[in-house]
Each structure stands twice: as structure tokens, then as C-alpha cells.
Nanobody, 120 residues
Framework: QVQLVESGGGLVQPGGSLRLSCAASGTIFGIPAMSWYRQAPGKQRDLVATITSDGDTNYADSLKGRFTISRDNAKNTVYLQMNSLKPEDTAVYYC??????????????WGQGTQVTVSS
């Protein structure tokens, strides 16, 4: 079994920063891609950013320049550095990863989510 465990959420004032982490554990034979999504109350879950095992990244256009995704392949961990946070960034942030099984096939997993609240 595979687990994704997020951490680093919390309450921050507007203009502040937070760094989220998501660690994958279990029977893993590679993680081709790891992503962050977020879901605000009453809204759909939206893609924030994706990073491949080669380090290629993709961001939601509205978040470019403020958010940075990175990963440590040796630790099976993905990070999301969030700067200049705004109240509209308030959401539950979810980790999403493509995990390669021993058979070579891919399975996608979600983390449990971590709450980020931006408020004064």
C-alpha cells in the first residue's frame, strides 16, 4: 500500500509564506509525477502545480511567480513553497502522485489534505 502524508499547513497572515510537504511511503518503484491541488469551500478541486521525476514543472497560470513546486526524489517527497499569500489562497491543499507499481503500471493516490488559511 502507498500513503501520501501532507504537512506544513496552518494559519498565516496576508503576505506571508508557507511551505507544504508531502511524503510518499509504501511499496514504490518510482514516482513519475507529483502534484498539488487545492479546494476552497464550495469550489472544485483545482490543479496548483505538477513536477515530474526529471524536475519539469507546470503551474496554474494565476499562481506563477508566487508558488514554487520542488521534490526530493531520494525522499519521495514533494514541496510547495507559497509566498505572498492572499486570502483567496485559503483552501485545503492536496498532494496527488502517480506511483509506479512492481508490475510497471501506474496508480494515482491522493493525500488527506492540509488546511491553509490566509487571514489577518
Amino acid at each position: 500500500q502507498v500513503q501520501l502524508v501532507e504537512s506544513g499547513g496552518g494559519l498565516v497572515q496576508p503576505g506571508g509564506s508557507l511551505r507544504l510537504s508531502c511524503a510518499a511511503s509504501g511499496t514504490i518503484f518510482g514516482i513519475p509525477a507529483m502534484s498539488w491541488y487545492r479546494q476552497a469551500p464550495g469550489k472544485q478541486r483545482d490543479l496548483v502545480a505538477t513536477i515530474t521525476s526529471d524536475g519539469d514543472t507546470n503551474y496554474a497560470d494565476s499562481l506563477k511567480g508566487r508558488f514554487t513546486i520542488s521534490r526530493d526524489n531520494a525522499k519521495n517527497t514533494v514541496y510547495l513553497q507559497m509566498n505572498s499569500l492572499k486570502p483567496e489562497d485559503t483552501a485545503v491543499y492536496y498532494c496527488y502522485a502517480a506511483i509506479r507499481r512492481i508490475s510497471g503500471s501506474l496508480a494515482w493516490y491522493w493525500g488527506q489534505g492540509t488546511q491553509v488559511t490566509v487571514s489577518s
